[in-house]
């Protein structure tokens, strides 16, 4: 289409003579001309590409996290895309070597997958795993705290007895001792 429009570099014999064929079958795309630099249709045709471009990107970025953290992409709703554009958007900026060959922008230009792999590779790394870190360690600790044994101002609870029957000590010597002979009880059965 961009040839039959003219826009681009001038075509080469072969797409010429297709270019006239065209023609020939469409009159009306005879119409179109030849636009030239800074025409508006040029302008409007490269802003209609790039958008495209970007929307495409962004849709691969949530489609890749939703993978990613293991949720459905229907359940990401639209602050949350809007949010990894915006974070795909800085990590093409934050490149720390712009002036490579092989540089952020020119793979965002190219729709590189592997780019939208990183930028997700990064930013579950800043803010998903540390999250789910701090979770199971939460987790963990409600478990340990269910577990553990009154420590203060309680001296009279019931320890453990191998016996059925709960005891009551008025001091920790005497718990100390209950539990010795529980555990030789236990140790000789």
Do not use: C
Request: hydrophobic fraction near 35%; proline fraction near 8%; charged fraction near 25%.
């Amino acid at each position: 289409m961009a040839v039959m429009m003219g826009i681009g570099p001038q075509p080469d014999p072969e797409q010429e003579r297709v270019r006239q064929a065209m023609i020939k079958l469409f009159p009306e795309l005879g119409n179109l001309g030849r636009p030239q630099a800074g025409d508006p249709r040029v302008e409007q045709v490269e802003t209609t590409l790039w958008r495209r471009h970007a929307a495409d990107m962004s849709r691969m970025a949530v489609d890749v996290f939703a993978r990613t953290v293991g949720k459905d992409v229907k359940d990401i709703g639209q602050g949350a895309t809007r949010r990894l554009a915006r974070e795909l958007r800085g990590f093409i900026e934050d490149d720390p070597q712009p002036d490579a060959p092989y540089s952020r922008m020119r793979r965002y230009e190219e729709a590189d997958p592997t780019l939208i792999d990183e930028m997700v590779s990064e930013l579950t790394g800043f803010y998903v795993q540390p999250a789910q870190v701090q979770q199971n360690v939460g987790a963990a600790g409600q478990v340990q705290r269910a577990r553990s044994l009154p420590s203060a101002g309680v001296r009279t609870a019931p320890v453990p007895s191998t016996s059925g029957q709960p005891k009551t000590f008025a001091n920790k010597k005497e718990r100390f001792a209950a539990m010795r002979q529980d555990l030789l009880a236990q140790a000789q059965a």
